[in-house]
């Protein structure tokens, strides 16, 4: 994941003893260090102009290479003097926190900090600031996970601003849920997409190195427990493919890649992408889908940049009346796999070559999938608890058909009313409870979410 740089410029009238404001500060700052946050702090900033304090904070934060600003109010505060310092920086986000006082001798002692708050919401909003209004409660654990979940939506808004998706090929099987639209995608997040040729390819794939291709065969081999033999000949092919791809991201700096697949690698190569997927994202850590889904890969680089993991793809294959059994007919990234990553030959649709039959870790999940339509992006989400599922296959393999990875996934939410807000055949996953993170990523970047 990473790693978060936080301003914090923190504010109080002159008149209340400074040592008190300092000490909140003090301990603010603290909290959000131990939560994994780099905090570059200015000192505290009052009301009193000849002091210069305004300045010498402005100056300080000028300096830092930051991803969100914490104003801080430890007291009250005119907000003329906020706003002076944190009009500056309206291109980051920002959070209004205010902090609370402190029972001393039988009785509260307090700053008025949320008059300071208060005073400043409804401005910094009508002022067209982007920013999450986070108050103390006195008589509450102060609500860090608030600001570090924003604070890590901001950090990752801005990766996003910098990261290309590379796609081999361009709307696989005709479909229109794997479409985009490259200038509104540009300007709602700041991701580009850039498409190369599969000729491209194939012809970088014939140059590989007989040493190279050997050793990425030697990887395949070690690294995964094959449930039966596969041909020296297509575990090379593989890896010229791996290799050419491979060489074409780093080139062009790709953090997600996706391969036309049906109508591309098997149609016209007569080769599965499977394996290519799986070491594109072991062996580079690369986001990968296939199928040329680039809302799809868009949703995993967010999964990515919030929570730190892989986001695997799922694709839904049956529905019940309180779950979904999602599975892919492929691969997934050794990540999520529970145990050896296992690899079995198979045919579908009289093309040979092999796919991942690994059994994926359970517990509490996430899925999400992004969808635009114009400049209006909308992101759903769900959580649910994944189990192993019962023994399932998908018609058209050669007997016997491989038992593919999947999760049947009880939701925590009405299946009728999760089936109606579906974006599209796939969504990506990530472990353990992250709506909080998407929803701030999501307000962050005015994007409407359902879930």
């Known amino acids: 994941m990473v790693k978060v740089r936080a301003g914090f410029v923190s504010f109080g009238i002159f008149d209340y003893p400074r040592d008190i404001m300092e000490r909140k500060c003090e301990r603010a700052i603290e909290s959000l260090r131990s939560a994994g946050l780099e905090v570059i702090s200015t000192g505290l900033v009052t009301d009193k102009r000849e002091l210069g304090e305004a300045q010498q904070a402005f100056a300080k934060l000028c300096q830092a290479d930051l991803d969100v600003l914490i104003a801080c109010v430890a007291g009250w505060i005119p907000s003329q003097v906020v706003v002076e310092v944190v009009s500056e920086f309206r291109h980051l986000p920002m959070v209004l926190w205010g902090l609370s006082g402190k029972e001393e001798g039988g009785r509260l002692v307090t700053t008025a900090e949320q008059a300071g708050t208060t005073a400043l919401r409804r401005s910094m ?100 427990a094959f449930e039966t033999p596969i041909s020296l000949e297509i575990l090379e092919k593989v890896a010229k493919y791996y290799l050419a791809v491979g060489q074409k991201a780093r080139e062009r700096n790709y953090q997600a890649i996706s391969l036309i697949d049906v109508d591309g690698m098997r149609k016209l190569l007569n080769l599965q992408p499977a394996m290519i997927l799986m070491l594109l994202a072991d062996e580079l850590g690369l986001c990968t889908i296939p199928e040329n889904d680039t809302p799809g890969a868009v949703s995993q680089l967010i999964t990515h940049c919030l929570t730190g993991q892989i986001g695997a793809y799922l694709e839904f294959y049956e529905f019940f009346s309180d779950r979904v059994l999602m599975g892919v007919p492929d691969y997934v990234p050794s990540e999520v796999v529970d145990g050896p990553v296992r690899v079995k030959p198979a045919s579908f649709g009289g093309i040979e070559g092999a796919v991942n039959t690994s059994r994926m870790k359970t517990g509490l999940v996430t899925l999400c999938r992004m969808a635009g339509r114009g400049d209006h992006y909308l992101m759903h989400l769900a959580t649910g608890d994944a189990a192993t599922p019962r023994a399932w296959e998908e018609a058209g393999w050669a007997p016997p058909a491989p038992q593919l990875p999947g999760l049947e996934i009880r939701l925590h939410s009405d299946m009728n009313e999760f089936a109606q807000n579906v974006l599209g055949q796939h969504y990506i996953l990530s472990y353990g409870d992250n709506t909080a993170h998407f929803k701030d990523f999501c307000r962050l970047l005015q994007m409407d979410f359902v879930g």
């Open 125 to 224: 909003e009508d002022l067209g600031f982007n920013f999450r209004y986070v108050p103390n409660f006195q008589d509450a654990t102060p609500p860090l996970d608030k600001i570090v979940t924003f604070a890590r939506a901001a950090a990752a808004a801005r990766q996003l601003r910098h990261a290309t998706i590379g796609e081999m090929g361009y709307r696989d099987m005709n479909l229109y849920a794997t479409m985009f639209d490259g200038v509104s995608l540009r300007k709602q997040l700041g991701i580009e997409v850039e498409f190369f040729e599969m000729l491209e390819m194939v012809q970088r794939a014939e140059r590989q190195a007989s040493g190279d291709v050997s050793s990425v065969v030697d990887t395949m081999r070690e690294k995964w």
